[in-house]
């Protein structure tokens, strides 16, 4: 790639200061005791009888505390006598095979000897009823042959469609909850009736499958599980859409306007559904929102989504790296079920981290100018980053964001490839 590296080695790269950003941090400090609250409401745990067959869900996201409030209720199960059981709630995640819905929940530490129940894992489905439009519902075969489903599910903005649901328990229900088969019934329409398709799906799971209760989960801006819920089945329409207005406020952004370049050392399943997170980028497959960027590079999946690299196709320059970890086996059935093969797409791919980053410094407009840079970990962390010295001005009129007061700049090793940032 001399010809590239020709063409790209001469762009400067800026120095940065290391920013901290404040956001609300409120949040439940004692996990366990939370959940065994939760249950304490009535219309939720007291409809279950002992003895009973139970299972609820896991999903395919790094949700905060996942493996404790799993765990905590899985013993509240027990205590009154019941056989707790999880099930993947992912639909078409984990290459849409069972063992590899099994490992995603390992990645995240979901394990039977974590949680202390069994987790049954399967892709085969069964019909629960129609929707008013004649759409099938299905839902996981193995947890409608039990005698209670109670879906757990982070609430929180959907990366796609916005509405009164949108990623959460009635989303749970429609997609999760429907493997690969019920979920591409879901996304059959597409995603300008998802807002429409999520509830209308949900409802007929209310209504038809034996869903006693639900536990909503919202997590703060710094991935701190913020809410623990236990809503009854009659509830869930009110009170869902409350807490996607809570969770929404607490979303974190990219605190600019404008800036040329963002750099994201990792995107993966764990973080968004998208790999990044379009809310906080401002970026979808149609469409460009506040902060606007001109150019995104990604160095590398994260460890957790192992060799998924849906979301790729939101960047605009990437790295070898990625596609040697990639699979299109792994990644490829996520998009055609939700039909947002555009995730997928493969950006322009250099060499090395250094190459990516010059490379989109090098394609932004007005090069020669002051480049806007904000350097991230990943959307899901941002109460630190680094901003290049160019947001200065506009880092110090921010009173949630601090600084040091020092330059840094970033290091690479003898393979042009990011191995952290010294202080100048």
């Known amino acids: 790639m001399s010809v590239i590296h020709d063409l790209i080695k001469d762009v400067d790269i800026p120095q940065f200061f290391r920013v901290t950003n404040r956001m609300d941090d409120t949040h439940i400090q004692d996990i366990p005791q939370a959940v065994r609250s939760a249950l304490k409401r009535e219309g939720t745990l007291d409809r279950i009888r002992p003895g009973s067959k139970v299972c609820f869900t896991a999903a395919s996201r790094e949700i905060a505390n996942s493996v404790v409030i799993l765990r905590t209720f899985a013993e509240e199960l027990k205590r009154i006598g019941c056989v707790p059981y999880i099930v993947p709630g992912m639909g078409s995640h984990g290459g849409a095979t ?40 299905r839902l996981d075969a193995f947890a409608l042959s ?67 209760f639900a536990i909503g989960l919202v997590e703060n801006a710094y991935h701190q599980t913020r809410v623990i819920r236990a809503i009854p089945n009659e509830c869930i329409e ?41 809310n906080v980028v401002g970026r979808t497959y149609s469409r460009r929102d506040r902060p606007f960027i ?27 790296r990625i596609l040697e970890k990639g699979s299109f086996e792994e990644t490829y059935p996520n ?47 941002m109460d630190a980053f680094y901003a290049s010295a160019s947001l200065g001005d506009e880092i110090q009129a921010n009173p949630a964001l601090t600084t040091d007061g020092r330059l840094y700049t970033p290091v690479f090793d003898t393979s042009d490839n990011y191995t952290g940032f010294k202080a100048v």
């Open 98 to 137: 069972a063992q590899g819905q099994r490992d995603v929940l390992t990645h995240f530490g979901i394990t039977e000897d974590a949680c202390n129940c069994e987790i049954h894992s399967s892709m085969e489905t069964a019909p629960v009823g129609f929707t008013a439009e004649g759409l099938e519902v």
């Open 294 to 320: 001109d150019r995104i590079g990604v160095l590398d999946l994260s460890p957790q989504t192992g060799s998924n690299f849906h979301g790729i196709g939101n960047a605009d320059m990437t790295t070898r």
């Open 335 to 381: 998009g055609i079920t939700s039909q947002l093969v555009e995730y997928s797409r493969i950006p322009a791919v250099m060499d090395s981290d250094k190459a990516c980053l010059q490379a989109c410094l090098k394609t932004c407009p007005n090069l020669g100018q002051a480049m806007k840079v904000i350097w991230l970990k990943d959307t899901l962390h």
């Open 238 to 278: 009110a009170e869902e859409p409350e807490l996607l207005l809570l969770a929404k406020s607490l979303v974190p952004s990219i605190p600019f306007e404008k800036i040329n370049v963002l750099m994201l050392e990792q995107i993966g399943k764990d973080i968004s559904g998208d790999g990044m997170d379009p």
């Open 146 to 212: 039990c005698d209670y489903i109670v879906p757990v599910a982070r609430i929180k903005p959907h990366t796609d469609f916005h509405g009164p649901f949108e990623s959460g328990i009635m989303k749970m229900l429609a997609i999760g909850l429907g493997n690969q088969y019920g979920a591409s019934i879901c996304h059959a329409r597409g995603f300008d009736l998802m807002h429409v398709n999520v509830p209308a799906f949900g409802r007929v799971a209310l209504q038809n499958a034996k869903i006693p």
